[in-house]
Nanobody, 119 residues
């Protein structure tokens, strides 16, 4: 059974920092492309950052220079370090894993963790 368990969300003042973690089980983590997405109230879910199995990263323009995605394959965990947080970063943050086997990608999601940034 695949599980992605996020942690690290919470309430922080603008300008502060948080680190989100996503612990994965039931997948071949080392070959998975991992990502963080977020969804604010009344808005569509949007990509925040992704990291490939080889460590290549991609960021939304709105978080470049402030957020950093990393992974620890020994711990089956992906992290999102969020600095200089802004009220517009308030959202539920979701962990995503894409595992491709025999040319078939499979998509998995965590349950989400709330991040609230106060002004």
């Amino acid at each position: 059974q695949v599980q992605l368990v996020e942690s690290g969300g919470g309430l922080v003042q603008a300008g502060g920092s948080l680190r989100l973690s996503c612990a994965a089980s039931g997948i071949r983590f080392s070959i998975a492309a991992m990502g963080w997405y977020r969804q604010a109230p009344g808005k569509q879910r949007e990509l925040v950052a992704t990291i490939t199995s080889g460590g290549g990263t991609n960021y939304a323009d709105s978080v470049k220079g402030r957020f950093t995605i990393t992974r620890d394959n020994a711990k089956n965990t992906v992290y999102l370090q969020m600095n200089s947080l802004k009220p517009e970063d308030t959202a539920v943050y979701y962990c995503n894993a894409v595992v491709t086997l025999f040319s078939r990608p499979r998509d998995y999601w965590g349950q989400g963790t709330q991040v609230t940034v106060s002004s």
